[in-house]
């Protein structure tokens, strides 16, 4: 298993994780950009925004769907890699669980398949993605708001300690609220991500992780966490 989680941010603070990103994939095969979390009438500015994204790194080939139903159809076996994009994790998930899409989603990755998941696209690999609700609605009315779950257990946040002073407070106690619940998370500012090679956990970027279970644990770039 291979799958990067990315904790969101520009092109600047995504340097690390983006050249990471390029050195795991064949770039002779396309990857396909999922952007679903968005609004369909942001769909023609997404495909810009990844170009934009990847192409200093010489990822050239990038095919975009926009109808997740039709997911089915396509052979995934002709895909370097996966990329979820970030928007509203609620909408996102709803769909991939609606049309089936997260079960092939899961297939690619245990058939060794790469794949990207930016804020969004990198919670839905929470145990439950009730870990960001205090910063997404759920503008679908899901229900089942179980995850990817391959952190075995643990839920993950994005964009952590990148707002103002007050709203860094606020994202901080609620965190704590949830993992007093029994929840455990890694929090990702926008400048780090993890690479996730089945048990094995790596941090990139230039900012530390936290990890909130226990216990509250700060994990720098380039640590291994191994999962338990």
């Given at each position: 298993?291979?799958?990067?989680?990315?904790?969101?941010?520009?092109?600047?603070?995504?340097?690390?994780?983006?050249?990471?990103?390029?050195?795991?994939?064949?770039?002779?095969?396309?990857?396909?950009?999922?952007?679903?979390?968005?609004?369909?009438?942001?769909?023609?500015?997404?495909?810009?925004?990844?170009?934009?994204?990847?192409?200093?790194?010489?990822?050239?080939?990038?095919?975009?769907?926009?109808?997740?139903?039709?997911?089915?159809?396509?052979?995934?076996?002709?895909?370097?890699?996966?990329?979820?994009?970030?928007?509203?994790?609620?909408?996102?998930?709803?769909?991939?669980?609606?049309?089936?899409?997260?079960?092939?989603?899961?297939?690619?990755?245990?058939?060794?398949?790469?794949?990207?998941?930016?804020?969004?696209?990198?919670?839905?690999?929470?145990?439950?993605?009730?870990?960001?609700?205090?910063?997404?609605?759920?503008?679908?009315?899901?229900?089942?708001?179980?995850?990817?779950d391959i952190l075995k257990g643990y839920d993950i946040c994005c964009?952590?300690?990148?707002?103002?002073?007050?709203?860094?407070?606020?994202?901080?106690?609620?965190?704590?609220?949830?993992?007093?619940?029994?929840?455990?998370?890694?929090?990702?500012?926008?400048?780090?991500?993890?690479?996730?090679?089945?048990?094995?956990?790596?941090?990139?970027?230039?900012?530390?992780?936290?990890?909130?279970?226990?216990?509250?644990?700060?994990?720098?770039?380039?640590?291994?966490?191994?999962?338990?």
């Amino acid at each position: 298993m291979k799958v990067i989680l990315c904790g969101g941010g520009d092109a600047k603070q995504t340097e690390e994780v983006n050249k990471l990103y390029a050195s795991q994939i064949n770039k002779d095969k396309p990857i396909l950009y999922i952007p679903i979390a968005m609004e369909e009438n942001k769909f023609p500015s997404c495909i810009e925004w990844i170009q934009n994204e990847l192409l200093p790194y010489d990822i050239k080939k990038i095919e975009m769907i926009t109808n997740i139903y039709s997911l089915k159809e396509y052979d995934l076996k002709k895909y370097s890699s996966i990329y979820i994009g970030g928007g509203n994790t609620y909408r996102l998930l709803y769909l991939l669980k609606n049309s089936g899409a997260i079960q092939l989603i899961q297939n690619f990755i245990e058939n060794d398949g790469v794949v990207f998941g930016g804020s969004a696209g990198a919670i839905i690999f929470s145990n439950d993605i009730c870990c960001t609700d205090y910063a997404d609605e759920n503008v679908v009315n899901l229900i089942d708001t179980k995850g990817f779950d391959i952190l075995k257990g643990y839920d993950i946040c994005c964009h952590y300690t990148n707002r103002d002073t007050v709203r860094n407070a606020y994202e901080f106690q609620w965190i704590s609220d949830y993992v007093a619940k029994g929840n455990k998370v890694f929090a990702l500012p926008e400048e780090t991500s993890l690479f996730v090679e089945d048990d094995k956990v790596t941090v990139i970027g230039s900012v530390q992780c936290t990890l909130f279970g226990t216990d509250v644990a700060t994990l720098k770039p380039n640590m291994v966490y191994h999962l338990r």
